[in-house]
Every structure is written in structure tokens, then in C-alpha cells.
């Protein structure tokens, strides 16, 4: 634990300083170009993915869809989101938000009791603690780094290398770490990455599909939306 | 606030003479308001009252829409092209297509001559109403649109919306920029999901144009919208998805 603390200390100091605040309101939209030395290799790897998903996602989230009520989705959707309440805490602990972080614990002990193992999120309904979602990702760009090269994961997907940093040090902070073997580990990360998978590609079936049909060129819109998508959440 | 106030006390029936004293000055406080609220009309420059507000804009053409899909008229598989045809026509003239194409292009719209803009905006035009339109169509029409709020900053505004589908209980985050041209407030770029629709398509555009020419972007563009146009009507599409 303390070394992620002088991890996060260490780039306080080399950090190149905050991102540029929003852009809109402007005549010309600025140049973004997003860094991709590795492309060959991420081309292959999102191929790969494409095929993954094909073959395998999106046939067994379709079935998957077809049997579980939208209801329920949902619900396995807020069990997996419960189960990274260590990763949201320190993450908002580490940039600085106090109260969020407390809002985490708050949301962890009130949904997994009350919440039915954290099916519901009744933290949210009745006491209106919102989740706020931080990894170790966002709280490197909150000190200064910025992304890195773009990176594609077999399996995982988009990313990039400050990202997969901070999914390395986010898996590192789980406390299954302290109990289990890292085969054990290995093995119970494998199985709810899997299960999280099929349940979240059930619940946007419509959204894949759309973006499929409306780009031209699919690995520049998924490069870019994951870019974005990003962007907008180190910002909150 | 003022007419209000004014007609509580006529519906009064018996005013006494210390309703009748405050009806006074209520009525030289509302005067001297309504003097304000001239001046400062006054002192505004035209187009900052005579445009419909961006937020307004954006309300109206979206219960259109919703209008046009719910109208029994229009139901059906066969009537999708009418659906379809109908919704362009309400919502293109919403966007500042040129904008829109200039902004996605970027740095390669300068190159371009005046004709091949031209081609330009009318094929990603297309293209972006044959996927967006489907989409809108396929869309629960019991979605309930809420309107977060409206930014003006000189010429230029933002508007939040979500989109809450009940039959998901999930919202979704739509913002529309705008700039007024004309005094008329025209999209240039929706946001989705916090997506920029613009810088979206630009990054695609930008990486097809280092790799090869514009000629083979338009060629591209073209095999999407013939794809696009083959696939099914998006009420089969739905049928097959719910059988």
C-alpha cells in the first residue's frame, strides 16, 4: 500500500501538469492526434478481439440477453460494479476527493447488506451516494501524465499505456491479493472478467451494431470513443 | 408576476382602501420594471432576442420527432422510407451541414475545391442520417427526453439533454453544440455518451486520409451507404431481434 503512495507522490513531481480544461465555443476544432506507434500490432490485436466478439461475445451475450430480463442484467451489472469498491475508494482517496471516497465505503457496506450482495444499489436510492468510478488510470492523468501510446489488448480491448499501468497497480490494491494464491487470483479475475463481459455486451447490443454500421473506418472510431470516453472522466 | 399581482386584487371584491394603495404601487413597480426591461432589450444587440433560444430549438425539433414516429400514419414497415424521409426533412435543416463537414475533415477541407466540398457534404450527410435515422427509429418512443441545461457563450451553445428509456432505466447523455448563423441557432456536433459525433468521425477521416486518398475516402463512404441502404427496414430489424 505504501509504495502506491510514493508511486503516486513520485509522479506528482514529474507530472507535465494538468490536462487543458473543456473545449467547446471554438471557430476551428483542435488537431487531436492520438498517439499510435504500435499500430500494426494494435490492428492485429482488435482484428483478433472483432473475432473474439463474433464468434464468441456477442452470440453468448445474445442468448445471455434473450433469458435474463433487462431487470436482472442491471442487477449483475451493480454486483460486479460493488465488487470494485477498493479500487474506487483509494483511487478517489488518492486525488483528493475525502468525501467520495467516504461515499465509497458508505455504498459498499450499505449495498452489500441492504443492497442484497449489491444487486441493488439502494445507497444511490435512498441516501442518494452516487458511485464514482476512479481507477488508478485517471489518477495518474490527474498528475500530470498523459496517455501514452494507444494500446490494444487481446481480450481487453482498447487502452493505453498509462491505462494498463493503472489496471496493473488497481489489481495489485485488491485485497483478494492478501488471501489467495495469484493462481487463485488469476482464476476468480478470469471468471467475473468473463461473466462482467457477456453481461455488458447483453445490455448494449444495439450500441455495438450502431456503431459498426456507422463508421467508416471501425478501429479509428473505437480508438477515438475510447480516447473520449476517457477524457470525459478524468475530468469528474 | 406584475398581471398577476393585478388581477388577485380585482378579483377581490370588496378592496379596501389599503388594497387599492398597494395596487398602486404594485402598478409603479411594474411600471418602472417594464421601463427596465425595454432599455435593456434596447441595449442588446438584434440578434440576441430575435433568435429562438438554442434549448427551445432543440425541444421543438425533438417532439416533432417523437411526433412524426407515434403518428398512426406513419407505422409500419412499408412506411420506414416515408419514417425516414419525413424525419430528414424536420431534422437536417436543424444542422449546419457545411460545419459539421468542415469540422470532420479538419486540416483536409482546405484542400478541397468548392465542388468537391460539395460531394463531400452530401455523402456524409447521408451517411449520417441512414445510421442515425435508423437508430432514432428503432428507439422505444415511450423515452422520456429531459432537458439539463443551456450554455450561450458569444455565437456559440451547448445544450444537455438525456435521453431515460423506462423500459431500460437507463439514461443517456445527448449534447448538441451550436452556433448561430444568421440569427438562427444550427448544430455542428452532438455528443453521445460523451462521444463528440465530429471528432469521432475526424479521428476515422484523418487516419484514412494518411494512409491513402480522398478519392478512396469517398469511395468508402459510398460502400457504407449502399450497405447501409441493402440492410433491412429497422422494424423487421426489431421483430427479428425480439423473435
Redesign the interface.
Known amino acids: 500500500m505504501r509504495s502506491i503512495f510514493l508511486v503516486a507522490i513520485f509522479i506528482s513531481i514529474v507530472g507535465t501538469g494538468v490536462q487543458s480544461g473543456e473545449v467547446w465555443a471554438q471557430e476551428e476544432e483542435p488537431e487531436v492526434q492520438i498517439n499510435d506507434p504500435w499500430e500494426p500490432f494494435n490492428q492485429t490485436m482488435f482484428t483478433f478481439n472483432l473475432k473474439v466478439d463474433e464468434y464468441a461475445l456477442r452470440p453468448v451475450a445474445k442468448a445471455y440477453d434473450a433469458i435474463l430480463p433487462d431487470a436482472a442484467q442491471r442487477g449483475v451489472g451493480r454486483f460486479f460494479k460493488n465488487l470494485g469498491v477498493v479500487e474506487r475508494f483509494a483511487n478517489n482517496l488518492f486525488q483528493g476527493k475525502f468525501p467520495r471516497a467516504g461515499q465509497e465505503v458508505g455504498r459498499f457496506l450499505v449495498n452489500t447488506t441492504i443492497g442484497c450482495a449489491g444487486f441493488l444499489d439502494v445507497a444511490d436510492s435512498l441516501f442518494g451516494w452516487q458511485e464514482h468510478p476512479e481507477d488508478f488510470g485517471q489518477t495518474l492523468a490527474v498528475y500530470g501524465v498523459d496517455n501514452g501510446p494507444y494500446l490494444v489488448l487481446p481480450f481487453l480491448g482498447p487502452s493505453t499505456v498509462r491505462d494498463v499501468t493503472g489496471s496493473v497497480v488497481d489489481g495489485a490494491l485488491n485485497p483478494m491479493n492478501y488471501f489467495l494464491s495469484t493462481l487463485q487470483v488469476f482464476a476468480i479475475k478470469g471468471g467475473i472478467g468473463v461473466a462482467s463481459a457477456v453481461n455488458y455486451r447483453s445490455m448494449n447490443l444495439d450500441l455495438f451494431e450502431n456503431i459498426q454500421r456507422s463508421s467508416v473506418d471501425l478501429y479509428g472510431a473505437v480508438q477515438d470513443g475510447y480516447v473520449q470516453r476517457r477524457e470525459k472522466l478524468i475530468k469528474e | 408576476m406584475c398581471n398577476g399581482e393585478k388581477n388577485s386584487s380585482r378579483n377581490n371584491p370588496s378592496p379596501g382602501p389599503s388594497s387599492v394603495y398597494e395596487e398602486d404601487s404594485v402598478d409603479a413597480v411594474c411600471s418602472v420594471w417594464r421601463h427596465i426591461a425595454v432599455l435593456t432589450l434596447l441595449a442588446f444587440p438584434t440578434n440576441v432576442w430575435a433568435a429562438e433560444s438554442p434549448m427551445a430549438m432543440i425541444r421543438n425539433t425533438v417532439e416533432k420527432a417523437t411526433a412524426i414516429l407515434q403518428d398512426p400514419s406513419n407505422q409500419g414497415k412499408e412506411k420506414f422510407q416515408l419514417r425516414l424521409a419525413k424525419l430528414r426533412a424536420l431534422v437536417e435543416p436543424q444542422f449546419d451541414v457545411r460545419e459539421v463537414a468542415k ?1 470532420t475533415l ?2 483536409h477541407w482546405h484542400e478541397r475545391t468548392e465542388e468537391e466540398r460539395q460531394e463531400f457534404i452530401r455523402l456524409f450527410t447521408d ?2 442520417q441512414k ?2 435515422g ?2 432514432l427509429d ?1 428507439y422505444n418512443t415511450n423515452a422520456q427526453f429531459l432537458y439539463d441545461q443551456e450554455r450561450i ?2 455565437n ?1 451553445a ?1 445544450v444537455e439533454t438525456r435521453i431515460f428509456d423506462p ?4 439514461s443517456f447523455s445527448l449534447s448538441y ?1 451550436l452556433h448561430q448563423v444568421d440569427n438562427q441557432w444550427r448544430i455542428y456536433d452532438v455528443v453521445a ?4 459525433l ?11 486520409l494518411s494512409k491513402s486518398s480522398y478519392q478512396d ?1 469517398l469511395q ?2 459510398q460502400n ?1 451507404i449502399k450497405e ?1 441502404d441493402t ?1 433491412p427496414s429497422s422494424t423487421q430489424e426489431r421483430n427479428a ?1 425480439a423473435g
Not at chain 2, 423500459?167 to 437507463?170: I, L, P
Not at chain 2, 455518451?193 to 463528440?196: A, D, H, I, K, Q
Not at chain 2, 465530429?198 to 484514412?208: A, E, S
Request: aromatic share 10%.
Open positions: 469540422r479538419g486540416t451517411l449520417v445510421t442515425w435508423r437508430a428503432r457563450e458569444g456559440f451547448e423500459v431500460q432505466n437507463r453544440k455518451e460523451n462521444v463528440s465530429v471528432r469521432n468521425y475526424r479521428n476515422q477521416f484523418n487516419r484514412m475516402l468508402a463512404l457504407k447501409l440492410l431481434t
